[in-house]
């Protein structure tokens, strides 16, 4: 089975393939879009593959993924912007970090990016880890992307986008 690696919501500039090298292990990478409004911005990307559904419900199959890579998923506020206009805004991080569990591959992992850290940083640990992920790194800074690709980064973001964020990796055992 081939491995692949998703970005989850990469909207107009996706960032996956900047990543560093051993966090990013197959060159297959597929977009996951809510609406499938930014398709045509992605078909321009390295990978022409999006496909349409949320971060609850992954279109995929069991242990099919390398690398899930999600970027600023809690918002501005420390809601989830994920699955906007959701009432259950509690019970949706544990859901995703399930559903995460069951496509991610053995060794493979998750990436979460922010902004800045979320308020609510704790609880989302908690929830990667009762899904039975093991928390591998966090960083303030731009340390999951690869040094040779920043410059490209930073040609798109500005500097305190990817100087401030904050970035959790968990790995599946």
Not at 14 to 32: F, G, T, W
């Amino acid at each position: 089975m081939e491995d692949i690696s998703l970005e989850i919501g990469p909207r107009t500039f996706p960032l996956v393939e900047y990543l560093r090298k051993d966090l990013l292990p197959s060159d297959k990478i597929v977009y996951l879009e809510k609406r499938g409004v930014w398709a045509k911005e992605l078909k321009k990307a390295a990978s022409p593959e999006v496909i349409q559904g949320n971060g609850t419900a992954l279109p995929l199959k069991e242990a099919s993924v390398g690398t899930i890579f999600a970027k600023d998923l809690f918002g501005a506020h420390g809601y989830l912007s994920a699955l906007p206009g959701t009432r259950e805004i509690e019970q949706i991080p544990q859901g995703m970090a399930n559903e995460w569990f069951r496509v991610c591959r053995s060794g493979g992992y998750v990436i979460i990016v922010e902004i800045a850290t979320p308020p609510n940083k704790k609880e989302l640990e908690r929830n990667f880890i009762s899904a039975g992920f093991k928390k591998k790194e966090e960083h303030l800074g731009r340390d999951v992307y690869s040094v040779l690709e920043i410059g490209d980064i930073l040609k798109y973001l500005p500097d305190s986008l990817t100087r401030d964020a904050y970035s959790l990796v968990f790995q599946k055992p």
